[in-house]
């Protein structure tokens, strides 16, 4: 289907297996599949290995391709034109720009048998170094990856400066820390908004009208609930502990009760608790920061909760702990399914005005992304 076709019909979305679309609200499907996935994630192991490590780019480069044309917006896929060669040379020029200065700094005073002045200070460099390469990264991975990815021909692209969010990187970093935490949903929403304000398809720009009050409130709601939660689960841990010195005083001295305290024992009932919070708090600020995402007239809406988030956290962190980490082609497959499950694109998107707008983009920022192992996700 082109931009002139006309749109697809309901009968025709029933066909093929996909609701209807109702009035102006739009949804993204996955079409992917675990087994599929998986064909092409053991060629790139096996291609990987025989070569060395040289096809891991063209094997990163595949998976995304294979994710990007299985997602389909108004009966059209979406594609991805980045290359293999691409990450090669941006990973090879990402090493000897940022990766050598990082190496000469962690090496090098070691090395030289430097005092413990010197070799402080070169690892004070190194972390600031780091901290600075991150934003770095992060916004040059979205800038080529965008630059990238296109939908009925027309190309997404990112035009933040990276002097910009490397700002709001430090000093949202900074204040988080000297907050004890409560600068930090201040911090999330300025990156989103960062990151979504400077988003563009074709020569339509993304917006975001949230506030970070607003995050701050649903924060604080989550740290009194985890702090309850955490109180209440104490009191249980503590009841059961009772019971089991009781029960080691009547053992010998060589249990195992007499040589780990208690509560050492007992700390995995806190991580379900925390762990059921943070899944809370995730799908609260998921939703607002989708609800206040806006594509010119349209606005994104999500319905995700916390207990299908938890739920789909557990399940794909069992999976991938009972196969050693082969299940990860299908802990994708899930989670993409997932996050286009709950979402909406509700009102007009007015594609006729959208002309091509492509911006150029080296892949360096991606290579840097991969060197350090951050990525742009926000979530």
């Not at 082109?2 to 025709?12: F, G, K």
């Not at 990402?94 to 190496?103: E, K």
Request: proline share 5%.
């Amino acid at each position: 289907m082109t931009e002139s076709d006309p749109p697809e019909s309901p009968a025709a979305s029933e066909a093929a297996g996909r609701p209807a679309p109702q009035g102006d609200t739009q949804r993204l499907y996955f079409h992917g599949s675990g087994p599929t996935l998986f064909g092409i994630h053991i060629v790139n192991v096996l291609l990987t290995l025989l070569t060395l490590g040289v096809y891991y780019f063209w094997g990163k480069i595949r998976v995304r391709r294979y994710l990007m044309n299985q997602t389909e917006l108004l009966g059209d896929r979406f594609a991805f034109h980045g290359t293999g060669k691409e990450l090669l040379r941006g990973w090879l020029k990402a090493a000897l720009v940022f990766g050598i200065p990082l190496l000469l700094l962690g090496t090098l005073p070691p090395f030289l048998e430097a005092g413990p002045g010197v070799q402080s200070l070169a690892a004070l460099a190194l972390y600031c170094l780091v901290q600075v390469f991150i934003p770095v990264a992060m916004v040059g991975a979205r800038r080529y990856r965008l630059s990238r990815t296109s939908w009925r021909g027309i190309r997404f692209s990112f035009r933040g400066p990276a002097v910009e969010f490397l700002r709001i990187f430090i000093v949202g970093s900074l204040l988080s820390l000297l907050t004890l935490g409560l600068y930090y949903p201040f911090f999330e929403a300025q990156r989103y908004r960062f990151m979504t304000v400077n988003a563009y398809f074709g020569t339509r720009r993304f917006g975001f009208d949230g506030r970070s009050q607003d995050l701050l409130v649903l924060y604080l709601l989550a740290v009194l609930v985890a702090g309850v939660s955490v109180l209440v689960t104490s009191v249980v841990v503590a009841a059961i502990a009772a019971v089991l010195a009781a029960a080691a005083s009547a053992l010998s001295p060589d249990s195992p009760l007499h040589a780990l305290p208690v509560y050492v024992l007992l700390f995995p009932l806190f991580l379900p608790t925390l762990g059921a919070v943070w899944a809370w708090f995730s799908a609260k600020k998921l939703r607002y920061f989708w609800d206040h995402t806006v594509f010119g007239d349209a606005r994104f809406r999500s319905t995700v909760t916390g207990r299908a988030l938890f739920r789909l956290r557990l399940v794909n962190l069992v999976l991938l702990v009972l196969t050693l980490g082969l299940a990860w082609p299908w802990v994708t497959v899930r989670s993409t399914r997932f996050a286009f499950r709950y979402l909406t694109l509700a009102g007009p998107l007015d594609l006729e005005t959208i002309q091509q707008e492509a911006q150029e983009a080296t892949a360096m920022g991606e290579g840097l992304s991969g060197f350090l192992d951050v990525g742009f996700d926000l979530g």
